[in-house]
């Protein structure tokens, strides 16, 4: 399934997915290059991107696209939200202050 276009991934839902959340996966779907690439700039140099576990990735995307993407979103909020999922659904013990790191860098280059 993680091959599968977010359009598809959308349109093969049981229900109709909320505006937001079809906003969100379009807009991440439509620039992950940009995303990664930005997440992949902001690593100390000696952290490789290759060694971002997917989920820490995934929330790092999801939070970039809303910083960059969503202004009217407060930064402190979406950095709060993304240290939160980070606690819940990372990788390790230390993802959240992994997110944290990355997003506080992001958020205050934005």
């Known amino acids: 399934m993680k091959e599968m276009p977010a359009g598809e991934l959308l349109d093969g839902l049981e229900a109709p997915a909320d505006p937001l959340t079809v906003e969100l996966v379009r807009g991440i779907a439509d620039h992950v290059d940009e995303l990664d690439a930005h997440i992949d700039a902001l690593l100390r140099h000696d952290w490789r991107p290759d060694r971002i576990a997917l989920l820490d990735r995934i929330v790092l995307r999801l939070a970039g ?46």
Not at 77 to 106: C, P
């Open 65 to 110: 696209y809303e910083l960059d993407h969503r202004p009217q979103v407060p930064k402190g909020a979406v950095i709060n939200e993304a240290v939160e999922l980070a606690k819940r659904f990372g990788a390790t013990d230390q993802s959240h202050a992994f997110v944290n790191g990355v997003l506080s860098k992001w958020g205050a280059a934005s």
